[in-house]
């Protein structure tokens, strides 16, 4: 079962380092998303693609965090000069292209701001 | 943003069957609804998705009344296993209904 790949699964990192994440979808999904998650708290929604195309990213925390998915496949979240608030768990999730169809997730990547 | 509303947190035994209700007060006439249940350190993991009356599968029953305002996730005869937080959403056009809520911690005992 190829399900949603996060890398690296836990990062820890210094405060104003550059950190980057990857993100592999399943095979077929064209509908990428990006979430991050508190402790105690649902995920909260960041950004998404629907291909190579960044369809929303309004909801990025800041203008340090971006997002790319160049060939349509894997995705990556990239957070600059990071903060100790940066600190999180960052969910990606994948669907099929029609806006009805359920999001699954991978087990997220885990970042902790020392 | 559109937020649904689910109770924070519920208890149940063993073997029992267990009802979390959610409520749509904003749900518009494309969205649907999704249920995704989630364990400590691992992402929501999708339970069932409905429009509208019921739909069953091999772990859940999703009840949903005509007006759409509200629905039910059933889940027959919890075990142990069930322990986690379970997250109601509405999906639909855009992105502006993935707002997720606190969820319902549902805590399963001997």
């Known amino acids: 079962d190829t399900g949603v790949s996060q890398d690296p699964r836990h990062k820890i990192t210094k405060r104003g380092q550059n950190v980057t994440f990857r993100c592999d979808p399943i095979s077929e999904h064209n509908r990428l998303y990006w979430y991050r998650q508190t402790l105690g708290q649902g995920p909260e929604f960041l950004t998404y693609f629907q291909n190579e195309a960044q369809l929303e990213k309004s909801r990025l925390l800041s203008d340090r965090f971006s997002a790319e998915r160049p060939k349509g496949s894997f995705s990556t979240l990239e957070i600059q000069r990071t903060e100790q608030g940066d600190s999180a768990m960052y969910l990606c999730?994948?669907?099929?292209?029609?806006?009805?169809?359920?999001?699954?997730f991978g087990d997220g990547t885990r970042l902790s701001i020392l | 943003l559109a937020k649904t509303t689910q109770p924070i947190s519920m208890d149940s035994y063993e073997g029992q069957e267990v009802n979390i209700t959610c409520s749509h007060n904003?749900?518009?006439?494309?969205?649907?609804i999704t249920w995704y249940q989630q364990f400590p350190s691992q992402g929501p993991r999708f339970i069932i998705q409905g429009y509208k009356t019921k739909v069953t599968n091999e772990v859940a029953s999703l009840f949903i009344p005509a007006d759409r305002k509200s629905s039910t996730l059933s889940l027959p005869r919890v075990s142990l296993s069930d322990t986690a937080v379970y997250y109601c959403?509405?999906?639909?056009?855009?992105?502006?209904?993935?707002?997720f809520g606190t969820g319902t911690r549902l805590l399963v005992s001997p």
């Open positions: 999730a994948s669907s099929g292209g029609q806006d009805n169809q359920p999001q699954h």
């Open positions: 904003n749900i518009a006439t494309n969205d649907y």
């Open positions: 959403l509405e999906v639909g056009t855009g992105f502006q209904k993935l707002v």
